[in-house]
């Protein structure tokens, strides 16, 4: 893949979790969780969205978000790289994490936590996108099940602030 082809990154945040658990690392999802993250998965395989890699955080609200994602998308699990350092990262980091991305990744799913993921995107934005995808974004926030779909035309190793224009942005049992 050559340095001027559009790559899409999706960023979101985990569904809706328990409140508690013996650590944070260990916080389920709650079932309105399970279920807004399949409607999410249901939701981008609608778009026509199907990732080459997911970059999920090792959390286990992450990791199940990842896989109620998948199924109701119909992806394949197995896309997924549970990344210890994605847990805790804040901004700086999850750029890092993303630009080691393969060259060869079209499409990228990360699945993280807020506030980063929230950050990120608003960081990724060049404002130039979808009037009512912004609108949403700004509006409604980063809820849980949020999901912002972004074009890329820079290779992943260059992605940085207003390196993405803003495709759609959707909160998954919305």
Partial sequence: MGSGSVRRLVIMRH?????TAPSDHERALASRGMADAEAAGRWL???????????????LRTRQTWAQVAGGAGWDESAADFSEALYDAGSDSTFDLIRETDAGVTTLVVIGHNPTMAYV????????????AIT???????????LAVFTVDSPWSDLGPGSGRLEAFHVGGA
Avoid: H, N, Y
Wanted: hydrophobic share 40%.
């Fill in 121 to 132: 995107a608003e960081l990724v934005d060049d404002g130039e996108g979808d009037d009512d």
């Fill in 45 to 59: 395989a609608e778009q026509g969205i199907t990732p080459d890699v997911a970059l999920v955080s090792d959390a």
């Fill in 15 to 19: 569904a809706k979790a328990e409140a």
């Fill in 136 to 146: 949403g974004m700004v509006t409604r926030g980063f809820p849980t099940s949020a």
